[in-house]
């Protein structure tokens, strides 16, 4: 999508752009710290950058990497990843109105781009779906800068991973520095009481699930507090307003 001149030629593009790069040194680290993780973990370097290019997402490489060395069985890896991506459903739902003008490709194209930081910085910056055609295409420009400076910050510093995996020794901490930009993140994104709520849940179901094995705490962590905030979002919501 960052390759279309109509595109990278736009305003608010570069816009998009100067805001992400300041969160680009975090999601560097996180992944570089993924690329060793792959490698320490047996993976040869082919499968490690097949993996990189096609599945675009740290989180739930992070997760399948261990079941993939315990030879878990298919389901359980695959039902890992898709509760671990389970918010990218969300925000699916939350896009699909600044999306449906596009061709389909075009939207296929743009789920599989869409991360963390480039949905809380677009939605941010742009509150309400577009009206016009001017602004759907200052929209898909801005989203384009920042999905250009999020994919090109994690595949370099992915690949770098990689290629270094076997001469960084695991001491460095780069498991750690992970997890810190991860918290940075939730950080950033808990801004409403039941987002911080869904937080503490989350941290409190994996602790108690944590002797399940293949580590499906997190897995148990992640549905058990998509339901709790699924109730609690229906409970909590203002009622509709009275119409004359």
């Known amino acids: 999508m960052f390759l279309l001149r109509a595109n990278y030629t736009h305003p608010a593009f570069r816009e998009a752009a100067r805001d992400m790069l300041p969160l680009a040194t975090g999601i560097a680290a996180w992944g570089?710290?993924?690329?060793?993780?792959?490698?320490?973990?047996?993976?040869?370097?082919?499968?490690?950058?097949?993996?990189?290019?096609?599945?675009?997402?740290?989180s739930a490489q992070l997760a399948a990497i261990?079941?993939?060395?315990?030879?878990?069985?298919?389901?359980?890896?695959?039902?890992?990843?898709?509760?671990?991506?389970?918010?990218?459903?969300?925000?699916?739902?939350?896009?699909?109105?600044?999306?449906?003008?596009?061709?389909?490709?075009?939207?296929?194209v743009n789920g599989f781009m869409t991360a963390d930081m480039s949905y809380a910085m677009f939605t941010r910056r742009f509150p309400h779906p577009p009206t016009t055609p001017e602004e759907e295409h200052q929209q898909e420009a801005f989203l384009c800068g920042n999905y250009f400076v999020t994919?090109?910050?994690w595949m370099a510093s992915s690949v770098i991973g990689i290629v270094l995996g076997n001469l960084?020794?695991?001491?460095?901490?780069l498991g750690f520095a992970g997890v810190l930009c991860l918290v940075g993140i939730l950080c950033s994104l808990a801004n409403t009481p039941l987002r911080r709520l869904s937080a503490v849940i989350a941290g409190a179901a994996a602790v108690a699930t944590y002797a399940l094995p293949l580590k499906l705490n997190i897995v148990a962590a992640i549905a058990i507090t998509v339901a709790i905030a699924f109730v609690l979002d229906k409970k909590l919501a203002p009622p509709p307003e009275p119409t004359a």
């Open 66 to 108: 261990p079941l993939i060395v315990a030879s878990a069985p298919m389901w359980v890896i695959l039902a890992t990843a898709f509760c671990v991506n389970l918010r990218f459903v969300v925000f699916s739902l939350h896009l699909r109105p600044y999306l449906m003008h596009m061709p389909r490709w075009r939207r296929l």
């Open 151 to 153: 994919w090109a910050s």
């Open 32 to 58: 570089l710290m993924t690329g060793v993780a792959m490698v320490k973990s047996g993976m040869s370097v082919f499968e490690a950058l097949a993996m990189t290019l096609l599945v675009y997402a740290g």
């Open 168 to 173: 960084i020794p695991t001491s460095w901490g």
